[in-house]
């Protein structure tokens, strides 16, 4: 290989790397940010009643779980120098799940509505078979992982 070819792929790995470790950073100080955001929300419990409050806090706090996840994302792609399917799959497995739950609050709330009440009817199954979808392809690929290696 030659010799500029080895330096501009240094180059370019060390620019990979420091932009990926910026992502870090930022989706750091946004987990920060939201929990704070969240223990602040506690404030807020003579306006919105405790039902509405713990529903907004757990709305966050599980925003908050999904940036780290995302995070931890992002550390295993810079230690192993690959994108790794699995950890964006969970992350997209607790974001349904953080819908479902938060929907499903809500509905009670449009009981005898009318087509609202049915609305997050759909929305919750649809949201059901993402996570069914998502955790059936992370089972897929872990199986996939424990396969030998192809010789070829």
């Known amino acids: ?31 920060a940010v939201l929990l704070v955001d969240a223990a602040l929300g506690f404030r807020n419990l003579a306006d919105l009643g405790a039902s509405g409050v713990v529903l907004e806090i757990l709305d966050r706090l599980l925003l908050v779980f ?13 230690r192993k120098r690959e994108i790794i399917a699995e950890p964006f799959l969970i992350v997209g497995i607790i974001a349904s ?6 929907l499903s609050v809500r509905a009670a709330d449009y009981v005898g509505k009318g087509d609202r009440f049915a609305d997050a009817l759909q929305e919750v199954a649809v949201l059901g078979v993402l996570v069914l979808v998502l955790s059936g392809a992370a089972v897929l690929l872990r199986f996939k992982e424990r396969e030998p290696e192809e010789s070829g």
Do not use: H, N
Request: charge should be positive; charged fraction near 20%; aromatic fraction near 10%.
């Open 97 to 102: 799940i953080k819908e479902i739950i938060v």
């Open 66 to 78: 999904i940036v780290v996840e995302l995070l931890f994302a992002v550390r295993v792609t810079l």
């Open 1 to 31: 290989m030659p010799r500029y070819a080895k330096f501009g792929s240094r180059l370019l790995v060390f620019v990979e790397d420091a932009i990926y470790v910026a992502i870090a950073a930022l989706l750091a100080a946004a987990a």
